[in-house]
Structure formats: structure tokens, C-alpha cells
């Protein structure tokens, strides 16, 4: 499975970008599907995640309430609608996906992992 995630750029604060990551390859080795980020000097920090339904989603607490996970299962592709931006989440956003529930994405389990897409917020 291949990950591809796109829709990254320069937002002021305050503002809105969404991001989705779309998975080529075996469709049977995906099940949840979750974002990550890493900034520069920092480890790295779950996100999101979403079950294959879409009926369980997970948000870490600095972005609850203003990002919003979501996924099409028809073209195998995640999203992340973020929403209030702030400069502490500049940072690279990954997204990651397997045969792992939404709640094992969260605890950092994953079977398969993409290259970022860059969200930078300036202040």
C-alpha cells in the first residue's frame, strides 16, 4: 500500500486547510486510517484517526473541535479538514493506515506510512 498525501501550504491563524491522503495498492490491508505530524526537533504526534466505518474517530486534544477526520472508502482516501489554525500546528502532516482499528492508529500502531504534506501557519 502507497500513501500520497497532499494539500498542505501557508495559512495565516485563523484559517483553514484540508488535507487528504489517498492509498494505492492492496485495498484489503486498510482498514483505519489516521493522520500524524512532526514538527522539526519534536516527536512525532498523533492526530486523528477513523475506523473503516467512519463512525469512530479519534482527535488528540490539541485539535479537538477544530479539525475534523473523514474518509471515502470508494477512493481508499482520508481527510483532514483543520479548521482555527494556530503556528504551533506548523508542523508535517503523515498519514497512516493498515489492518489496525482506529484505536491501535492511536496508539501509534500502523502498518503502512506516507510522506508529508507540509502545513505551515503563520502568526
Known amino acids: 500500500v502507497q500513501l500520497q498525501a497532499f494539500g498542505g501550504g501557508l495559512v495565516q491563524a485563523g484559517g483553514s486547510l484540508r488535507l487528504s491522503c489517498a492509498a494505492s495498492?492492496?485495498?484489503?490491508?486498510?482498514?483505519?486510517m489516521a493522520w500524524f505530524r512532526q514538527a522539526p526537533g519534536k516527536e512525532r504526534e498523533f492526530v486523528a484517526a477513523?475506523?473503516?466505518?467512519?463512525?469512530?474517530?479519534f482527535y488528540a486534544d490539541s485539535v479537538k473541535g477544530r479539525f475534523t477526520i473523514s474518509r471515502d472508502n470508494a477512493k481508499n482516501t482520508v481527510y483532514l479538514q483543520m479548521s482555527s489554525l494556530k503556528p504551533e500546528d506548523t508542523s508535517l502532516y503523515h498519514c497512516?493506515?493498515?489492518?489496525?482499528?482506529?484505536?491501535?492508529?492511536?496508539?501509534?500502531?500502523?502498518?503502512?506510512w506516507g510522506q508529508g504534506t507540509q502545513v505551515t501557519v503563520s502568526s
Open positions: 497512516a493506515t493498515g489492518l489496525q482499528t482506529a484505536e491501535r492508529l492511536r496508539q501509534g500502531e500502523y502498518d503502512y
Open positions: 477513523i475506523s473503516w466505518t467512519g463512525y469512530t474517530k
Open positions: 495498492g492492496d485495498s484489503q490491508s486498510i482498514y483505519g
